[in-house]
């Protein structure tokens, strides 16, 4: 036996959202991006462990980072997997394991699809919040779990008047409008990205494709398009006729998301950005929305909101001392 007490939190996605609300998850989404901007957090880029050439259909990334401000260590990992849909599971699986950055010892398992899902919706939120000149009518390209998380966000930071929905799937389209019932908000179920876009002063892409669904031409002056899939989603135009670009990490949007293939031909490096949203946080950079501008954002993801959302959780876990599962790791 260990001469050492060492214990540890298991906390499932229902305790998670006992301690936690959308509303947390905005703000810490906001302070850890604004920590970030401040060189707060040790980061290094995430990796992928695509298991495709095995025969796995799915693929997990490893974001390990350190949080000064809440002196926690922690990695988030995330994965998609194509089968789970047949099993009524979600694409997207994630988990946090928070360690105590001075001894490595474990402090809490946190189940991490919740916290995952809704920091992810989070981010467009709080992009759209510093960058968007107009937020009235808005189009999401893909009607799935992150499509959703992020209108719900967008619905806590933004007024939005209008909302056109475009997918592939009828059955998504109608599933995601029907959970906006009674806000308000005007929704037009939609399978012609041309005239959504057209309309839009926002234009989210959040899909599994690899395809152009979003064409230069129908981006109007003053509009944001923000892509947050993990493959190419817009024509190269739209950000080659950007008048601003903003990513959320410089480093992991060159070998990312949209952004990876026009890195890859050369068009793109790390001098492209106009704006890391961290260093807009934290006030070394500015930006004020032009009418005449045209944004283009990318947000790939970054761990250190998983590993703040999840310590959070762990902190008043421990304060409730309610049934939150305990375990001896030595024991
Ligand atoms: N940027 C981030 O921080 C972040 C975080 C998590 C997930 N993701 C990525 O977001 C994407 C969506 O994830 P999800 O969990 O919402 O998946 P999901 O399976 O729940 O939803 C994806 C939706 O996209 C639709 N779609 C696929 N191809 C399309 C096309 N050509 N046109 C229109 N719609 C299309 C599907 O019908 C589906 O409804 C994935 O690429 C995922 O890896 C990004």
């Known amino acids: 036996m260990a001469n050492f007490e060492e214990r540890a939190l298991l906390i499932s996605n229902a305790d998670v959202q006992k301690y936690v609300t959308v509303e947390d998850v905005i703000e810490i989404v906001e302070k850890t991006w604004t920590w970030f901007g401040n060189d707060q957090i040790i980061m290094p880029p995430k990796i992928t462990t695509d298991m495709s050439s095995a025969g796995v259909d799915g693929w997990f ?12 260590a922690g990695i988030k990992v995330v994965g998609g997997y194509n089968g789970n849909k047949k099993k009524g599971m979600p694409y997207i699986k994630a988990n946090v394991l928070l360690t105590d950055p001075h001894s490595g010892m474990l402090k809490a398992l946190v189940a991490g699809d919740w916290i995952s899902d809704m920091r992810t919706g989070a981010q467009p939120a709080i992009m759209c919040k510093r960058l968007a000149y107009k937020t009235d009518t808005v189009t999401i390209i893909g009607a799935g779990l992150q499509g959703y998380t992020s209108l719900l966000c967008m619905t806590k930071l ?16 109608l599933n995601f409008i029907a959970k906006f019932d ?45 892509t947050m899939g993990s493959f190419k989603e817009v024509e190269f135009d739209v ?51 032009d009418p005449k501008k045209r944004v283009y954002a990318q947000i ?18 421990e304060k409730a001392k309610d049934n939150v599962k305990v375990f001896d790791v030595q024991g």
């Open 158 to 173: 933004l007024d939005i008047k209008k909302v056109y929905v475009c997918d592939l799937s009828e059955q998504a389209r």
């Open 239 to 289: 950000v080659r006729q950007a008048d601003v670009i903003a990513v959320d990490h410089v480093a992991q949007a060159l070998h990312r998301g949209n952004l990876k293939p026009l890195a890859e031909l050369g068009e793109i490096d790390e001098h492209s950005f106009d704006i890391e949203i961290g260093l807009l946080l934290a006030g070394k950079q500015t930006y004020t929305p």
């Open 182 to 226: 009674g806000t308000g908000i005007e929704f037009v179920s939609c399978i012609d990205n041309q005239s959504a876009c057209e309309d839009s002063d926002i234009i989210i892409t959040v899909t599994t494709a690899d395809a152009d669904l979003v064409k230069a031409s129908w981006v109007k002056e003053g509009a944001l398009v923000i």
């Open 300 to 317: 790939v993801g970054m761990g250190c909101p998983d590993v703040a959302v999840a310590e959070t959780a762990r902190l008043r876990a």
């Open 61 to 72: 990334n490893s974001m390990p980072n350190y949080i000064k401000p809440l002196d926690i």
